[in-house]
């Protein structure tokens, strides 16, 4: 299946490494690459050595580069939001379950991070885990209960409150209350017909049409079996790698487990 790519499934069969110098990546390799993504949901590449203006020439071969509503980008480099965790701070943005900007109501369909400083390897782990497979493990009675379900996704919801910082010194001045969508909570992959649960446990606030208690009682269900153990890689950083993931397969959760250290990524969603 992949010719241009050398390419490693990661434990639980979640994510990928993949072993190429992304700079020198020709359209074949990109394409590869994207087929990884439906397949695996994140992809990691160790040991680039990529500049500002480099990521954003790569970042455009995946996609038109998404506006962040709460943040302002770099610069010179608007695309780029940083995302860091200062070493006096406590809070680490965007920690807790999640995918990126579910509030929008077209939300970028991939997010690239890469990392600039990190604290030591195996501290401030991406976990990722993998919906196809958390779709798949529900009971048969359930996948047909919540095929056409909606739920409401809002910027205010409980992650909200991780981003303060940065808001604080970069925020764009949106009241997170003002911005939410709805959205199908079961999706299907157009190009290899796989179905993933869409539900981002930091942002989703109800079930559309359901009764509160019941909307309550089934998302905290669905939220415990998302992030299931089996279902789940850690990614451990070190600087200069490019992790890349399909927010409609991909919950992930930024391990805080450090402080006194900067870590500093450089984010680019793509549409
Ligand atoms: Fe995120």
Redesign the pocket.
């Known amino acids: 299946m992949f010719k241009s790519i050398k390419i490693q499934p990661c434990k639980n069969n979640v994510g990928a490494i993949i072993d190429t110098d992304i700079q020198s990546a020709d359209p074949e390799c990109i394409n590869e690459i994207k087929i990884a993504l439906d397949e695996f949901g994140v992809v990691f590449f160790r040991k680039q050595n990529l500049d500002s203006s480099a990521y954003v020439s790569f970042a455009k071969q995946f996609g038109t580069p998404a506006d962040y509503p709460m943040l302002e980008g770099l610069n010179k480099f608007p695309e780029i939001t940083v995302v860091e965790k200062k070493p006096e701070e406590q809070i680490m943005f ?1 920690e807790g379950w ?1 995918t ?1 900007s579910t509030y929008t109501p077209e939300p970028p369909q991939y ?1 690239m991070l890469y990392s600039i400083k990190t604290p030591p390897k195996g501290k401030g782990n991406t976990l990722f885990a993998s919906q196809y497979e958390s779709y798949q493990k529900l009971p048969g009675e359930l996948k047909e209960k919540i095929q056409s379900l909606k739920a409401v996704f809002s910027a205010d919801g409980p992650i909200s409150k991780t981003r303060n910082n940065r808001v604080a010194e970069k925020g764009t001045g949106i009241d997170p209350k003002s911005m939410s969508a709805i959205h199908s909570i079961v999706k299907t992959n157009a190009n290899n017909k796989k179905k993933s649960l869409y539900l981002s446990p930091g942002h989703v606030t109800e079930i559309v049409g359901m009764d509160k208690e019941e909307s309550k009682k089934l998302l905290k269900y669905l939220f415990e079996h998302q992030s299931k153990p089996e279902f789940v890689y850690g990614f451990e950083w070190e600087p200069n790698c490019l992790a890349i993931w399909s927010n409609h397969v991909m919950l ?1 959760n930024p391990v805080n487990d450090f402080t006194g250290i900067h870590r500093v990524m450089h984010r680019i969603t793509i549409q």
């Open positions: 965007g999640h990126d997010t992930h």
